[in-house]
Nanobody
Framework: QVQLVESGGGLVQAGGSLRLSCAAS????????MGWYRQAPGKQRELVAV???????NYADSVKGRFTISRDNGKNAVYLQMNSLKPEDTGVYYC?????????WGQGTQVTVSS
């Protein structure tokens, strides 16, 4: 069974930085797309960034120029470097992966940006 485990969330002041990490376990196949979604209180979950096995990336407009997604295919891991954080970036960040026709999700990590 594939498990995605996130780490790196926390509390940071506006303008600060955080780095999220996510590693997959329980699988011997390489995940296809990997990425990050987030959900703010009272809002729907939304895409933050996604990266393919070929390192092609896609970002939400709200994070372009501030966040950078990267992955390590050998480790089935994905990372999110978040700079110039804003209070509106606050939410639970979920790691995502797809492979063999299924989608996988991490348990979520809280990111709180104070003003």
């Amino acid at each position: 069974q594939v498990q995605l485990v996130e780490s790196g969330g926390g509390l940071v002041q506006a303008g600060g930085s955080l780095r999220l990490s996510c590693a997959a376990s329980g699988t011997i196949f390489r995940l296809n797309a990997m990425g990050w979604y987030r959900q703010a209180p009272g809002k729907q979950r939304e895409l933050v960034a996604v990266v393919s096995t070929g390192s092609s990336t896609n970002y939400a407009d709200s994070v372009k120029g501030r966040f950078t997604i990267s992955r390590d295919n050998g480790k089935n891991a994905v990372y999110l470097q978040m700079n110039s954080l804003k209070p509106e970036d606050t939410g639970v960040y979920y790691c995502y992966g797809s492979g063999l026709g299924s989608d996988y999700w991490g348990q979520g990590t809280q990111v709180t940006v104070s003003s």
